[in-house]
């Protein structure tokens, strides 16, 4: 059954934000801690294309990969993963965002569910569902030999990887599997980012509306139904979400012992 709310783990100051500015950030995965894993997905689809194929392939995605972003947020399908509370919300003094499915429609999100066994076979499934597309950029690898007319041809295909990416970025390292997680994905090229710093990085993101800016804050439990406050966040927060007037929004708190 497909779960109905998915939940965004962060501290207080991001769940603040996103209630506020009714959006998500969405991070170019290349910024994430996990930013290997569609790297590995990639070189593991590589190595499953045919030998005659593979290098094609391989110049193709590079540039590609130069021209645009491939951003994710991330959710889980339960706000009650420890491992979670403590990477992701502040060591468990955050919020978990109980976020209705209508939002990524609202947003124009895609939604991949992470796979975190049988990434073999799963490569298998990739190369099956996208042979024709491998197929058509080995014949414009020959056709266009000159770089510029190669790249004007991958540029055109973009939709075509968007597609395969999204696929891709499903994979996870099987020692993650409790923390159940989503990814909600949005594809853009390069002019269309925002930037924003952290720990000292300059960090490309785009910015999704998750619910309408002229509609009353009450409405917003439409699209975010529950707030989790961690197992030690402070409960005055509790008071000051239930004077933002969020409506319908239910509030409570993962207690589970953990101090």
């Known amino acids: 059954m497909t779960p109905k709310h998915y939940y965004h783990y962060t501290s ?36 499953k294309i045919p030998e005659s194929h593979r ?22 399908s339960s706000p009650k993963i420890l491992s979670q509370w403590r990477a992701y919300a502040s060591d468990g003094t955050g919020f978990a965002l109980g976020l209705n ?21 799963y490569g298998w499934e990739l190369l099956d569902k996208h042979s ?15 770089e510029n007319d190669f790249m004007g041809w991958v540029s ?27 990814r909600a994905v949005w594809s853009k090229q390069s002019g269309e980012l925002k930037m924003r710093t952290a720990r000292d990085l300059i960090i490309p993101y785009v910015e999704a509306k998750i619910w309408r800016d002229d509609e009353e804050t009450s409405a917003m439990a439409v699209v975010l139904p529950e707030v989790w406050l961690g197992p030690k966040c402070n409960d005055l927060n509790r008071w000051s979400l239930h004077a933002m007037n969020l409506g319908m929004c239910m509030i409570q708190r993962h207690d589970c012992g953990y101090v």
């Open 12 to 47: 207080v100051a991001g769940g603040l934000g996103i209630i506020s500015s009714r959006s998500v950030w969405l991070t170019d995965y290349r910024y994430l801690n996990d930013r290997l894993e569609l790297r590995q997905g990639m070189e593991s689809l590589l190595s």
């Open 55 to 76: 290098s094609a392939f391989n110049r193709a995605f590079r540039w590609h990969d130069m021209r645009n972003h491939h951003c994710v947020f991330s959710l889980s």
């Open 101 to 121: 499915i209508q939002f990524l429609e609202y947003a124009g999100l895609s939604l991949v569910e992470c796979r975190y066994e049988d990434h073999d076979k």
């Open 132 to 146: 024709r597309f491998i197929a058509s950029v080995h014949s414009a690898s020959e056709q266009h030999v000159g």
């Open 156 to 182: 055109d295909q973009r939709s075509n990887f968007y597609s395969l990416i999204e696929d891709l970025i499903a994979l996870k390292n099987p020692a993650f599997s409790e923390e159940k997680e989503m």
